[in-house]
């Protein structure tokens, strides 16, 4: 069965999980957990670096074969539309997808949501699973050290430089300037208040027909029968509320200082291209 593959990209804790099981109501779509695809990609794209292939530069023959890693991986999956959920709106990737990505024109959805909602939503994890990764992280700094109270250290390490947030800012803020523009956002809390108009925005601009999803039935997500396993966060990052569509998260109150430090930072609100 040919296959259709569109993406979808975007922030942490902003509905990634959520929409990929809404979507999966539909039988003709096949939502995926965060791909390993990206990485795929880039690792391939990067023999091209190695002294064996620059010894002998078959350049079309590789090209080849990363073209085709995008329908060659779902190539066992039932259904006539992917929607391949990746890092793919990071500037080097998003550049990797533009060179080898051949078999359909490229459509990403953008997820977003209030930073400050997102550090809020992260902190709620780090209340209720002591053994999550950003309070490990933060049992390994030098306490003797730190000058806010820990609510605060672990909201700073949830914007860390290095952090999944950090890079998903400055990869819309990239994304914005660049010159590929087949993308819309939807934001989170669109998602959650108004499902339908939402789910229905999507569909039109991926050109699928309109599916009436059951918004009083969500599951957990899974796809082939396979589920996440969310040991390695030491938190249920991917756990849905089942039943009726709602947020699965409690919004912890931040303190000031993190709101005057993280606040206005949701520039994609001010670009036309988030009404598309």
């Not at 929409?19 to 990485?39: E, M, V, W």
């Not at 709106?89 to 060179?99: M, R, V």
Request: hydrophobic share 35%; aromatic share 14%; glycine share 2%.
């Amino acid at each position: 069965m040919s296959k259709k593959i569109f993406f979808i990209s975007g922030f942490p804790r902003a509905g990634n999980t959520v929409l990929a099981s809404i979507l999966n109501q539909n039988k003709k779509i096949k939502a995926t957990a965060h791909s390993i695809l990206p990485d795929v990609v880039n690792n391939l794209h990067k023999l091209k670096q190695t002294p064996i292939y620059n010894n002998f530069k078959d350049e079309q023959s590789l090209n080849n074969l990363i073209e085709k890693t995008f329908m060659n991986y779902y190539q066992s999956w039932d259904c006539e539309y992917i929607i391949e959920r990746g890092d793919w709106i990071t500037p080097y990737n998003l550049n990797l997808l533009q060179k080898y990505f051949k078999q359909n024109e490229i459509k990403i959805v953008v997820l977003v949501r209030d930073i400050l909602d997102i550090i809020a939503s992260y902190l709620y994890l780090c209340k209720r699973y002591p053994e999550f990764y950003i309070n490990t992280v933060y049992q390994l700094k030098d306490k003797s050290e730190m000058i806010f109270s820990y609510v605060e250290e672990k909201a700073d390490i949830v914007m860390d430089k290095n952090s999944y947030v950090y890079s998903m800012l400055y990869s819309v803020k990239n994304l914005l300037k660049s010159n590929f523009k087949n993308y819309i956002f939807v934001d989170y809390n669109d998602l959650v208040n108004n499902p339908k108009d939402t789910l229905n925005k999507i569909y039109n601009f991926y050109g699928i027909e309109e599916y009436k999803h059951d918004f009083n039935n969500i599951k957990q997500f899974e796809v082939n029968g396979i589920q996440y396993d969310d040991a390695i966060h030491g938190a249920e990052m991917h756990s849905l509320k089942e039943g009726k569509m709602g947020r699965v998260d409690e919004l912890i109150e931040v303190p000031q200082r993190v709101i005057d430090k993280y606040s206005n930072l949701e520039f994609w609100k001010n670009e036309t291209n988030s009404d598309r």
